[in-house]
């Protein structure tokens, strides 16, 4: 009895130190304060979208062929049913945004991680100032991959990108956009369902399972499908071939680490939401393990909670 529970307790140790070998930590005794993208001079902005366009450039870190810009979108679709509408769905791109950056500052960029606010633009998306950064909307050229159409960029610093995967198919095809709101082109691009009002309303859930579902099907759904539309790359699966994904998806961060301060005691250890899409009435524990593929380590649910630890170190 005695050694089987040392035993475990050795295994158990020893199964940390695997998933995650780290060095013996400092903890996050400064952390780094993300910013809105646009509130980055022209220089700061041009060295993100330089270091944005140097992933592409690189090889893949996880024994693929194509690049480590195209990882991350390998990475995403291929795991899309375990991360979307599951409690993972925060915390699991919370890392993988902090992963992103991480590569980025490989790649030359030395600023903070950045955020897409877009209740700033609600009002009327398609005439966003973000556009004028990071280039418009796809326009009268498509390209078809696989069964799929693609709008191609037109402009902006991205329009170059020709990323490797749509949805799990190998399909090199130009980075794209096709803003529609379901109806009409742009239309008004969803804008009430990310309307400073509506996040208002969202923030106001007190439990994580209605706070992460109303903000992932609402603003966070709506801009994947607003910008996306048909024919672009900010719908499906492999969406982070958008680079605005990073941008996005670090607002919806944001916005789950406001609702976080608000209440730290409780909402830095609330993760009870179902475990599985579809929902089988079983419960996410913060022991969790979250998967990536060998960009990093995989990590437990419980590592990334607050943002200043021995992974994370920035505020808001
Ligand atoms: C390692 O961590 C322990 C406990 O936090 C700390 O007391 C010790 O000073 C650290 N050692 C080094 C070399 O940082
Ligand atoms: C890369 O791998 C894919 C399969 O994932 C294959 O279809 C494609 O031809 C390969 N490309 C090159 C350049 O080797
Ligand atoms: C969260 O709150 C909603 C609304 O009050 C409630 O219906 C639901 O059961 C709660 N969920 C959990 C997991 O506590
Ligand atoms: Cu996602």
């Not at 270091?51 to 690049?67: F, W, Y």
């Not at 606010?117 to 990071?134: E, F, G, Q, R, Y």
């Not at 994580?208 to 994947?224: A, F, K, Q, T, V």
Request: proline share 5%; glycine share 6%; hydrophobic share 35%.
């Amino acid at each position: 009895m005695h050694f089987l529970s040392l035993l475990s307790m050795i295994s158990l140790v020893s199964a940390a130190a695997l998933i995650h070998p780290r060095q013996n930590s400092t903890g996050c005794t400064n952390p780094e304060k993300r910013v809105e993208f646009r509130t980055l001079d022209a220089v700061a902005q041009k060295q993100y979208t330089d270091a944005v366009m140097c992933l592409s450039t690189k090889p893949s870190t996880i024994g693929l062929n194509t690049t480590l810009y195209d990882d991350f979108t390998y990475i995403h679709t291929h795991l899309n049913e375990l991360i979307h509408y599951v409690a993972m769905f925060l915390p699991w791109h919370r890392y993988f945004v902090q992963l992103y950056h991480s590569h980025l500052g490989d790649c030359g960029y030395t600023g903070p991680m950045v955020y897409w606010d877009w209740t700033l633009d609600a009002a009327d998306p398609a005439k966003s100032s973000i556009w004028a950064v990071v280039g418009g909307n796809g326009g009268e050229k498509t390209e078809k991959a696989g069964n799929q159409e693609f709008s191609c960029l037109t402009d902006g610093p991205f329009k170059g990108l020709r990323p490797a995967y749509f949805q799990t198919a190998y399909a090199p095809h130009c980075l794209s956009r096709d803003f529609f709101d379901g109806i009409d082109r742009p239309g008004n691009m969803r804008g009430s369902a990310y309307s400073a009002e509506q996040i208002q309303i969202i923030s106001e859930k007190n439990n994580y399972s209605d706070y992460r579902l109303y903000l992932e099907s609402i603003p966070h759904g709506s801009i994947h499908s607003a910008v996306g539309g048909e024919k672009g790359d900010m719908r499906p699966s492999s969406s982070p071939n958008e680079p605005l994904f990073f941008m996005h998806h670090t607002q919806i961060d944001r916005l789950w680490y406001l609702w976080q301060q608000s209440n730290p005691e409780l909402r830095e250890k609330d993760i009870k939401d179902q475990k599985f899409n579809p929902d089988d009435g079983t419960i996410a524990t913060l022991e969790d393990i979250m998967p990536f593929m060998g960009l990093a380590a995989d990590i437990k649910i419980s590592e990334i909670m607050t943002t200043q630890n021995d992974l994370l170190c920035y505020i808001y």
